[in-house]
């Protein structure tokens, strides 16, 4: 099993990233994909799901109306719009899958002027 996200980087308050998770080692089109964040010194904390079939997603209160996520099954990617980021999104961003016990190295998103 793999899960490599990447995207993540230095932005503005206000700006936008686009993060994405290319997965393998797994039946991807199968596993529910989610999206956690932890910031320096808190807690891992859930961000975003999205359905095997990409049909259903949902985020955390804390994301509604600035991101959104989805996934391309035929890339084997799932993929975090966020925007109108704000200082307090600064955190390393990881993908996971549903039933799979495995973390990949995350991405460092940073929000500050």
């Known amino acids: 099993v793999q899960l490599v996200e990447s995207g993540g980087g230095l932005v503005q308050p206000g700006g936008s990233l686009r993060l994405s998770c290319a997965a393998s080692?797994?039946?991807?089109?199968?596993?529910?994909m989610s999206w956690y964040r932890q910031a320096p010194g808190k807690e891992r904390e859930w961000v975003s799901y999205?359905?095997?079939?990409?049909?259903?997603?949902r985020v955390a209160p804390f994301a509604k109306g600035r991101f959104t996520t989805s996934r391309d099954n035929v890339k084997n990617m799932a993929f975090l719009q966020m925007n109108n980021l704000k200082p307090e999104d600064t955190a390393v961003y990881y993908c996971?899958?549903?039933?799979?016990?495995?973390w990949g190295p995350g991405t460092q998103v940073t929000v500050s002027s």
């Open positions: 996971s899958a549903a039933g799979i016990n495995y």
């Open positions: 080692g797994f039946t991807f089109d199968e596993s529910a």
């Open positions: 999205v359905a095997s079939n990409g049909l259903s997603s």
